[in-house]
């Protein structure tokens, strides 16, 4: 036994090999968890209003940039494989091609500023909750543009395994926008009081430090000089058609997917206040076990791409399960307190609230964990055999799964409200029901193994097998 776990870990793509690359990047989604957990935190202590504003507004923001962060975020795919293929030259024309999505995005997401609104009054949500969303999405969109250049930037260093440098920043990145948001929320150290806008334009600055702090990284000359960097002024039609082709359907997956989970929110912030502040609640602390594993899941698509780069599909696959076994074993335990001792995932909630308007707000959001603890296990599955599968190429699969899946807990979450009595209950019924599925799935694609023939990057860049 003991053989066979020395086997494990230290084989090629093994635990040691899959963990090197994967932990800087689960360090760096789980900063961006701290930082969402703050910011809600504070929200809280702030008003209770402005966390439960924060979490549709949020993800309605997030839904509209999905298009042009998939297509920009997936060229850490084409990174991969041209490192693999032994073709770093290449790599510099694929982060510019990259670079323009989030450019031309750029103006098309700060015009969605008026139309926020329109789309909260919409939803229904009670007059204060309604102004403080139109506040908070309209800061946010300012930053929008940020994220999308971002994302295009660290695909740099992912793809290539030099996940460390996006650590850095990412952590950087979280400290800046944790002090901001102590200082705009309460108006402190002189600054003005500014509750949920505070909270935004912290995260607004957050995202260009990013912008920045990459790009000067990316200008020293050892960079530079390898990967023809300068080469990302350059416009490439036929890179740039297979960005689209690949990460189009990755992008527009990513938008139906996100968009039928916040669409789902407004409805069940349909059911009060209560219901969205718990839902936000109990969202906020899975994020403590789901974003970290963001990070695993990008390790994964660098991995695979890498591997079959090199044509070894075979190591591509071991990888994936030293993943899953990992992701499993986290998502167990994490489960398992979520179960077991909820009230320390809560506790800092409780702080800075008046204890007897809490206790009603807890008692909610403890049944809610259940449903997290239930589900967990086949979140972990469906992040990593998708992420394996995008790696490979396979984005039209999941595009295609998405379509038929996405209007799901939409359509059953809203026909229970309004014809058969549901409540809250009812809508976190149909989210487990949901993500049991779509793990499901994916685990059945990646078994089928046609991931194993597929490449985005052109034929001749790839080495023949050996």
């Keep these: 036994m003991i053989e066979v776990a020395k086997n494990w870990w230290n084989r090629p793509c093994g635990g040691r090999a899959v963990l090197a690359i994967a932990f800087p990047l689960i360090v760096s989604t789980a900063s961006w968890t701290v930082m969402n957990f703050i910011d809600r935190m504070y929200l809280l202590w702030h008003s209770p209003q402005a966390m439960a504003a924060a979490m549709p507004a949020g993800m309605l923001h997030f839904s509209i940039l999905c298009f042009p962060l998939g297509i920009a975020s997936y060229v850490n795919t084409f990174v991969a494989q041209y490192e693999g293929a032994g073709r770093p030259d290449r790599i510099g024309l694929a982060i510019g091609q990259a670079l323009r999505v989030g450019l031309v995005a750029t103006p098309i997401l700060l015009a969605t500023i008026p139309l926020a609104p329109f789309i909260f009054a919409?939803?229904?949500?009670?007059?204060?909750?309604?102004r403080l969303e139109v506040v908070y999405y309209q800061v946010l969109a300012v930053g929008a543009g940020a994220t999308v250049i971002a994302d295009a930037l660290a695909a740099f260093f992912t793809g290539r395994g030099e996940s460390r440098v996006v650590m850095r920043v990412m952590c950087s990145a979280m400290l800046l926008n944790v002090v901001l948001d102590y200082l705009w929320i309460f108006g402190k150290w002189g600054f003005p009081e500014m509750g949920i806008a505070g909270a935004a334009w912290a995260t607004v600055v957050a995202q260009w430090y990013r912008v920045v702090l990459y790009g000067l990284l990316m200008a020293r000359p050892v960079y530079r000089e390898r990967y023809g960097l300068a080469a990302w002024r350059r416009y490439d039609a036929d890179l740039m058609r297979r960005l689209l082709k690949f990460g189009g359907p990755n992008g527009l997956q990513f938008l139906l997917e996100v968009s039928a989970f916040t669409i789902f929110l407004l409805l069940v912030g349909r059911l009060g206040e209560e219901a969205i502040m718990a839902t936000t609640l109990a969202f906020n602390v899975n994020s403590i076990a789901f974003v970290p594993?963001?990070?695993?899941?990008?390790?994964?698509?660098?991995?695979?791409?890498?591997q079959l780069g090199q044509n070894r599909s075979g190591l591509a696959g071991r990888a994936t399960w030293t993943a899953f076994a990992m992701a499993a074993a986290y998502m167990a335990f994490m489960g398992t307190l979520y179960v077991a001792v909820p009230d320390m995932f809560l506790m800092g909630h409780a702080w800075g609230t008046n204890p007897e308007e809490f206790e009603q707000l807890r008692a909610t959001t403890v049944v809610l964990l259940r449903f997290v603890a239930a589900y967990c296990l086949f979140d972990a599955m469906q992040l990593v055999f998708v992420s394996a599968i995008k790696g490979a190429g396979d984005t039209r699969f999941i595009l295609k799964t998405t379509l038929v899946m996405a209007p799901l807990p939409v359509l059953v979450g809203w026909l229970g409200i309004e014809y058969f009595g549901g409540g809250l209950i009812?809508?976190?019924?149909?989210?487990?029901?949901?993500?049991?599925?779509?793990?499901?799935?994916?685990?059945?694609?990646?078994?089928?193994?046609?991931?194993?023939?597929?490449?985005?990057?052109?034929?001749?860049?790839?080495?023949?097998?050996?």
């Design 426 to 466: 009812w809508c976190w019924w149909v989210i487990t029901l949901w993500l049991t599925i779509l793990g499901t799935v994916y685990f059945i694609r990646f078994q089928q193994g046609h991931w194993r023939r597929m490449r985005v990057i052109e034929p001749d860049a790839s080495p023949e097998p050996g």
């Design 122 to 130: 919409w939803a229904g949500h009670a007059i204060e909750v309604q």
């Design 293 to 306: 594993m963001l990070g695993l899941g990008i390790a994964v698509s660098t991995i695979v791409g890498q």
